[in-house]
């Protein structure tokens, strides 16, 4: 079965400094990863997807994830945080096989700093 | 923008009360699920509902749980005798296909605290 973890469950960065939120997932088939965000008191909101296409994939707000099977992860960076960038953020995996259900990760809690 | 749709936002019941929490997905959708997560924890499958039937569920989705779309817009879950541990974040997700190539539109949740 698949699964992610997200390393660290709270990351603090200051203002204009580098995002980096990690991710490694576990599956048996060709998964497909994706990123989403969660603002307080809102929804979960599909930042970025991974379908096998370009390994490098871009999203909203400038955020952008690469996939490394050999290091079989998907890990979320942002070259540089604004404070709208405060959120929870979940990996999650699926498999395409019928209608497999997303498996999230725990989310990492960004805080960002003046 | 399109938009999921769940109330209430916040609802305290007692231990062994019946709680209903409602979701209207996006209209032209038709695969709809229910998530949970607990604080602190991962955010869980509960449940997959296609064509009037449930397609997929979890474990944690007992005899407890049961699933309805009532009247072609609303999609209720319903738990049948609350217990203090059904307390989490429900989320309720709608979407248009069952490929990966369709995202999930997440609504933003209603928080259950069983007391």
């Known amino acids: 079965a698949q699964s992610v973890t997200q390393l660290g469950s709270h990351v603090s960065v200051s203002e204009g400094a580098l995002v980096l939120l990690r991710c490694n997932y576990s599956?048996?088939?060709?998964?497909?990863l994706f990123w989403y965000v969660q603002y307080p008191n809102q929804g979960l909101q599909l930042l970025l997807k991974y379908t096998s296409a370009a390994t490098l994939v871009k999203g909203i707000n400038g955020f952008e994830a690469e996939f490394k099977k050999s290091e079989t992860s998907f890990h979320l960076t942002k070259p540089s945080a604004h404070m709208s960038d405060a959120a929870e953020y979940f990996c999650?995996?699926?498999?395409?096989?019928?209608?497999?259900?997303?498996?999230f990760g725990k989310g990492t809690r960004l805080s960002v700093i003046a | 923008e399109p938009e999921v749709t769940q109330t209430p936002s916040h609802q305290v019941t007692q231990m062994g009360q019946e709680v209903i929490l409602r979701c209207v997905p996006i209209s032209n959708h038709l695969y709809f699920y229910w998530y949970r997560q607990i604080l602190g924890q991962k955010v869980e499958f509960l449940v997959s509902f296609y064509n009037n039937e449930i397609s997929e569920k979890s474990e944690i989705f007992d005899d407890q749980f049961s699933v309805e779309r009532p009247d072609g817009s609303n999609f209720t879950l319903k738990i049948r005798s609350t217990k203090l541990e059904d307390s989490a974040m429900y989320f309720c997700a709608s979407s248009l296909g069952q490929g990966t190539g369709f995202g999930y539109t997440f609504g933003s949740g209603t928080r259950l605290t069983v007391v």
């Open positions: 999650a995996v699926r498999v395409d096989s019928g209608n497999t259900p997303l498996v």
């Open positions: 599956s048996s088939v060709p998964p497909y």
